[in-house]
């Protein structure tokens, strides 16, 4: 074992730096979808994909709260501001807040209880391109939410180039579950018979969460 007693002061700056790094994670995000999107990433910022084309961000350990998604009908000027049809921040290319709905989610804490990583696919915020997020790396499984949902939308729900969820539409504490019990509603059962890996109201934890062991590496895909 190497004692910080003997070594110069650059190296223990330099081992500072990268011991809580050991663990961080890498996110490679890949549109397949036959369109562009503007993938969006808290922590990370955002980027432009054509069809084909990934973008990897790297995320430190112990990182929570964080979220992945793909932002449609974007237009930008050179200052990286503008607008997006769907899953628009605040108007920015390089995303500094989350999503505004309706965005299907890729959502994540890293190195957490025992050491684990937890990721879901949400819609709580509604659906706009199929997803899967699925580890690279690591003895766990990937999850996915492919099915035609905006195509098959309740006109309650439908806007242009997404599917609300019915909280954004009618903000109900049915719906929304801000106090008290919460139960599935026929339009949560809309979407988790399409896509049973995924959140479709905010108390569906026992089937939407995941884990990985923290280490673990993912990869985000739009239209798998």
Excluded: H
Excluded at 100 to 116: D, S, V
Excluded at 126 to 150: K, L
Excluded at 191 to 201: E, G, I, V
């Amino acid at each position: 074992m190497v004692s910080f007693a003997y070594l110069s002061f650059p190296c223990f700056l330099l081992l500072a730096y990268l011991i809580p790094s050991i663990n961080a994670a890498t996110f490679e995000i890949r549109n397949q979808c036959p369109y562009t999107v503007w993938a969006a990433a808290v922590p990370g910022g955002g980027r432009r994909l054509d069809r084909g084309q990934s973008w990897t961000i790297t995320v430190r350990a112990g990182t929570k709260g964080a979220r992945i998604w793909a932002r449609t009908n974007c237009n930008f000027d050179g200052a990286g501001r503008g607008r997006c049809g769907t899953g628009d921040c605040n108007g920015l290319l390089q995303c500094q807040v989350y999503g505004q709905p309706p965005n299907t989610l890729a959502e994540y804490a890293l190195n957490q209880f025992n050491n684990l990583d937890f990721f879901d696919i949400s819609l709580v915020d509604g659906f706009n391109v199929p997803m899967d997020f699925s580890p690279v790396s690591g003895n766990c499984r990937g999850i996915r939410c492919a099915a035609d949902i905006n195509g098959q939308c309740p006109n309650p729900l439908r806007v242009p180039g997404g599917c609300n969820n019915p909280c954004t539409v009618f903000k109900t504490d049915q719906y929304c579950c801000n106090s008290g019990n919460c139960v599935p509603t026929d339009y949560s059962r809309f979407f988790k018979q399409r896509c049973p890996d995924a959140y479709s109201y905010p108390k569906d934890d026992p089937t939407s969460t995941f884990t990985c062991p923290g280490g673990t590496n993912y990869r985000v895909i739009f239209c798998p």
